[in-house]
């Protein structure tokens, strides 16, 4: 069976005019003294994970996205990207940044999850993190991944969810 391509399907690049024209109608509406420059991210081998494009934004009003764990930051992203409808598929390819954020914090959450693996494993106790966002539960999962001694899952609901990192096997349990 043949498959058939579907030629009139949108490409992440058809957004990026989009996006970078509504960006910039907030900003100027919402008198943000910001810039952003939408760039491709250069291919990196260590993380196959990183987007296809960032939008960098920079200026005086920079801290004002990163206040709160980025909530702003954040938000200005998924209105955005909800706004222009970019297609479910491109999510994840491209991102949001602001001062090198997103990969301090991937970093931090990498950490995170290490230490709350080896606690697992010496313990033999599953151990909750904090609720977080789709993005970061995923970081989670993607660094313990590799990990025969512990797995993870995501449980709850909405902004609620959260990753549970748990022993391999029920028998790892110490006590």
């Known amino acids: 069976m043949e498959s058939i391509r579907d030629d009139t399907a949108p490409s992440l ?17 919402g008198e943000f003294q910001l ?4 760039r491709k991210n250069p291919a990196t081998t260590e993380d196959l994970e990183a987007p296809e494009f960032v939008v960098e934004l ?15 930051l954040n938000a200005l992203e998924y209105v955005v990207l909800k706004a222009v409808r970019l297609s479910e598929e491109f999510f994840g390819r491209i991102t949001f940044d602001c001062q090198d954020w997103r990969r301090l914090r991937a ?8 230490v709350a693996a080896e606690r697992v494993r010496e313990t ?3 151990f909750g993190l904090s609720p977080m966002s789709p993005r970061e539960r995923r970081i989670i999962h993607l660094a313990l991944k590799g990990r025969t001694d512990v797995r993870t899952m995501s449980e709850g609901v909405g902004p609620e969810r959260k990753v549970v990192i748990l022993p391999a096997s029920p028998a790892a349990r110490k006590r």
Do not use: C, M, V, W
């Open 13 to 29: 690049e058809s957004y990026l005019g989009s996006i970078e024209s509504l960006l910039g109608e907030i900003i100027r509406h």
């Open 124 to 126: 033999g106790d599953a």
């Open 58 to 72: 920079s200026g005086p009003d920079a801290d004002l996205l990163l206040e709160k764990n980025a909530t702003l």
């Open 107 to 114: 970093e931090e959450l990498r950490l995170t999850a290490q």
């Open 35 to 38: 810039s952003f420059e939408l």
